[in-house]
């Protein structure tokens, strides 16, 4: 499997949203790599993820990684899941509660999360109706704009947003077909997975994707999870705002590397 490993100190593993392709993260990657080690993928029905298959469907998202651990020499490591992300990076704490040493969640589906009208619309035909969604994606200006100052700074944004998504465009056919693996998603008895958790949403009024009260979920399974909002942001805000992003996710890693540091020693 084609693997980014990027910097050095406490690691983190960075599991993609939808759309499974790594490199649309590239700014958060980036401000991460300069203060912690951050380890990346694109998921396993990519042509670009050159993945040797362990398994299948959903399943085969969450032993990436696994892999991905195992091939950077890792037992643990926080695992930061994305928007869809998120159930994958909450399906693997499931199932390896062993190799996690935390777990962020930014902007994440939740368990309970059901495609709504307008994502059924979308999978019905997905090429067909990609013209659409690509219009239909221009409701995120609002939020692209909002993290920067001022006007044209905010187009510009965007228009890198978009050079990004069209340099690594996503298959509209795979993207269907992990909505409906969402469907194979068993998450029964996830609370009784205690480790230190931290969920970062955007604001409110800026999510077009997934609300924050849908990925506040997540802080009433574990209610002892920590919950920040980046502020002046949406749904991208960990490429709209790499910085601000790092300057949470961070501190988290750092302090959940101390602890498994300790565990060590004390074991």
């Known amino acids: 499997m084609k693997i980014e ?48 298959a362990r398994g299948t469907g959903f399943t085969a998202y969450v032993e990436q990684v696994a892999q991905a651990l195992d091939a950077c020499g890792l037992q643990q490591a926080v695992i930061c899941g994305v928007s869809y992300g998120g159930l994958v990076a909450s399906a693997f704490a499931l199932r390896h509660p062993d190799r996690v040493s935390g777990l962020a969640l930014v902007s994440a589906l939740p368990p309970s999360w059901k495609p709504d009208s307008r994502v059924r619309f979308y999978v019905r035909n997905p090429r067909i109706l990609l013209p659409l969604f690509l219009i239909g994606s221009l409701r995120l200006h609002r939020e692209i704009a909002a993290a920067t100052v001022g006007r044209m700074r905010g187009y510009s944004a965007s ?109």
């Open 159 to 267: 228009l890198r947003q978009a050079g990004r998504a069209l340099a690594h465009f996503p298959a509209p056919a795979r993207m269907a077909r992990r909505v409906s693996l969402a469907a194979e998603i068993a998450l029964d008895g996830l609370s009784a997975v205690q480790v230190p958790t931290l969920v970062i949403t955007g604001e409110p009024q800026l999510d077009r994707v997934v609300p924050p009260a849908l990925t506040a979920e997540y802080a009433r399974l574990w209610p002892h999870a920590q919950v920040v909002t980046l502020a002046r942001t949406g749904h991208l805000g960990l490429v709209t705002r790499p910085g601000a992003f790092a300057d949470l996710l961070v501190p988290f890693v750092d302090a959940c590397h101390r602890t498994e540091l300790s565990r060590r020693r004390v074991g």
């Open 5 to 52: 490993d990027r910097g050095s100190g406490a690691p983190v593993v960075l599991v993609p949203g939808i759309q499974g392709r790594w490199e649309w993260m590239r700014p958060a990657i980036d401000a991460l790599a300069a203060r912690c080690r951050v380890i990346t993928f694109s998921f396993a029905d990519e042509p670009s993820a050159k993945w040797t």
